[in-house]
């Protein structure tokens, strides 16, 4: 089994920064890929950023320029940098860990505020 414990989540004034983190503990075996989604009530929940098992990623095309995904060397933890935040940004920001021969693993979610 996977564990996924995102941090770093709050509330921040549009043009503001936060820095998601999300570390991995268990079984972390043939990792593909990780990355961040988010969701607002009542809404599919999207992608926000991905990082695959190469270094290559992908970004939601509302985020591009303004968000940044990382990983650390043992390629068990991601970080999202998050800067211009604007108010549409708010959503429950819910980490990702995508396997090769196993189930996909979700974090509980981090909640971002963007207030004016």
């Known amino acids: 089994q996977v564990r996924l414990v995102e941090s770093g989540g709050g509330s921040v004034q549009a043009g503001g920064s936060l820095r998601l983190s999300c570390a991995a503990s268990?079984?972390?075996?043939?990792?593909?890929?990780m990355g961040w989604y988010r969701q607002c009530s009542g809404k599919q929940r999207e992608l926000v950023a991905l990082?695959?098992?190469?270094?290559?990623?992908n970004y939601g095309d509302s985020v591009k320029g303004r968000f940044t995904i990382s990983r650390d060397n043992a390629k068990i933890a991601v970080y999202l940098q998050m800067n211009s935040l604007k108010p549409e940004d708010t959503a429950i920001y819910y980490c990702?860990?995508?396997?090769?021969?196993?189930?996909?693993?979700w974090g509980q979610g981090t909640l971002v505020t963007v207030s004016l």
């Open positions: 990082i695959n098992s190469d270094g290559s990623t």
């Open positions: 990702k860990l995508e396997r090769s021969w196993y189930n996909d693993a």
């Open positions: 268990g079984n972390t075996v043939s990792i593909s890929a």
